[in-house]
């Protein structure tokens, strides 16, 4: 007999659900819901069925009739799901979604996961500061990219004959894997086979994929905090358990293996590294790297290296984790390549029966990347060199003049240096909480990112390699912006 399951944030409730007698079989059905109000309910009648599908306490086939055409009550609070078995169909009334279930070759032991019942994303606080205030500023130190390129910059890397091609391909679907020519420029640069190699929109598609395939009853994803807000916000959403391993200012923004693997149970189905790491910019050295694979790789969770703003580096190098057998790989073309525009990003995974399911989650969510997209990111790829070089010059110049002025103004900021990527994580050293700085520094043309857009309230992002040559006169507008708030912070 199908199962439903109510979770609460105290507690699960399980119930048999009658079928309908015109399903030619049952199936077992899995609901995932996420509650919206944080009171428990206290017992099964808050699935708002009543007593009828309170059945898990009865032994057998329930063999009466079951009262289909009856109308479910719906929850007490706003927000709830109920369910309704009707023909072939499930109801989820609350989102007046039909699901349809099959009508043959049911297999009774495996379960038909509804994922996101209640799908819920929280506000991206991030991209919502950014949309108002980054197409108009004059100095945008909240970017995290670094110098921008046209079309045209790009296709003068390519020879005649790609230019030719790009200028006369036709705009057609791409494959879902992403264009072979594509796909082995990734595959020669990463050192790994071809086949390793499935293009996604950007990394936030892999994301998405990685996340939605992890989604089971009771498990739960370790992640950085801070980190990026889609790191924890689509897990949350599909109803998963984040635990965080703390990037503390405290441990000189370290990255601690130990602490990742003391968060680990048997549930967990994945761990995300990002290195080099956003907002902070510390990155995880090789050995540390290795010791969490082979930990990981032992108990079955997955390892995922978010490698977006690799290979920038402004201490000790690292490798790409792709050289790990037993090691995902997420990376894209807008950080590092700082080309985002093109939309491209790509998985590297070693395992075959994960590609499939990439590819599978893929067709589903996008088809492809768009042909255009892919012959400029291709450009880029093969002539990484040049572009790659740009970025690694930009940011290794203006961090220079960033560590000066953070000298010079040490009384209102305090920093720790970062060792990659083109982003730092300063902090007012009066602890107060950045925003209200922020957005008076907006007044004086300078766009920060607050720190609450990465739950580290007291901290601010700053971007120093995507305002290039313009890098030394935003400081300088920077420093007089940081005097004046200092003299208005004075007490009288």
């Known amino acids: 007999m199908p199962v439903g399951l109510l979770r609460t944030p105290n507690k699960d409730y399980r119930w048999k659900v009658p079928c309908c007698r015109s399903l030619p079989e049952e199936i077992e059905i899995l ?79 495996k379960q038909l ?31 995290s990219t670094g110098p921008t390129w046209t079309v045209n910059d790009i296709l003068a890397l390519a020879d005649e004959e790609t230019r030719h091609r790009f200028l006369n391909h036709n705009l057609v679907y791409s494959r879902p894997a992403g264009a072979d020519s ?76 130990d ?20 907002p902070t910019g510390t990155t995880i050295g090789d050995g540390e790297m290795e010791a969490l694979h082979n930990f990981t790789a032992e108990r079955g969770i997955q390892l995922v290296s978010d490698e977006v703003y690799h290979p920038i580096y402004h201490g000790r190098q690292t490798k790409s984790a792709a050289r790990l057998p037993h090691a995902t790989v997420i990376a894209d073309l807008s950080k590092a390549f700082s080309i985002a525009g093109v939309r491209t990003g790509w998985m590297i995974e070693h395992d075959a029966r994960r590609r499939q399911q990439y590819w599978t989650a893929r067709a589903y969510f996008s088809i492809s990347n768009t042909t255009t997209g892919e012959i400029l990111s291709e450009i880029a790829i093969r002539k990484r060199d040049v572009v790659l070089g740009r970025t690694q010059e930009a940011s290794t110049r203006n961090l220079q003049l960033l560590e000066r002025f953070m000298a010079d103004h040490g009384d209102v900021l305090g920093w720790i240096r970062p060792q990659g990527g083109m982003t730092a994580f300063p902090w007012l050293v009066s602890g107060e909480n950045d925003r209200p700085f922020c957005q008076a520094a907006t007044g004086r043309g300078i766009l920060l990112a607050p720190g609450d857009c990465f739950d580290t309230p007291s901290h601010f992002r700053l971007g120093f390699a995507a305002a290039g040559d313009k890098f030394p006169r935003a400081l300088d507008r920077f420093g007089a912006f940081l005097k004046s708030w200092s003299a208005k912070m004075v007490p009288a």
């Open 113 to 143: 996961l509804l994922r996101g019942a209640c799908m819920q994303l929280k506000p991206f606080l991030l991209d919502a500061w950014l949309d108002q205030y980054e197409h108009d500023i004059e100095f945008n130190l909240a970017a």
């Open 259 to 278: 602490e990742i693997k003391r968060l680990a149970d048997s549930k967990t189905k994945l761990i995300l590294v990002n290195s080099p790491h956003n």
């Open 182 to 257: 594509l796909r082995e420029a990734i595959a020669q640069m990463q050192r790994v086979p071809v086949e390793a190699v499935q293009i996604v929109t950007g990394a936030s598609e892999a994301l998405v994929a990685l996340m939605w395939l992890a989604a089971e009853p009771g498990a739960n994803v370790i992640l950085p905090l801070p980190g990026f807000t889609t790191f924890s916000a689509l897990p949350e959403s599909l109803g998963l358990e984040t635990r965080f391993y703390r990037v503390r200012r405290e441990n000189g923004f370290r990255i601690d293996p």
């Open 31 to 109: 609901l995932m819901v996420r509650l919206i109000a944080a009171a428990d309910h206290g017992d099964t009648e808050a699935c708002g069925a009543g007593s009828r599908l309170r059945q898990n306490g009865q032994k057998g086939r329930d063999r009466r009739k079951p009262r289909c055409s009856a109308k479910p009550q719906p929850f007490a609070e706003k927000g709830m799901v109920y369910i309704k078995r009707f023909r072939r169909s499930i109801l989820l009334a609350g989102k007046l979604k039909i699901i349809h279930a099959p009508t043959r070759g049911i297999n009774t032991n």
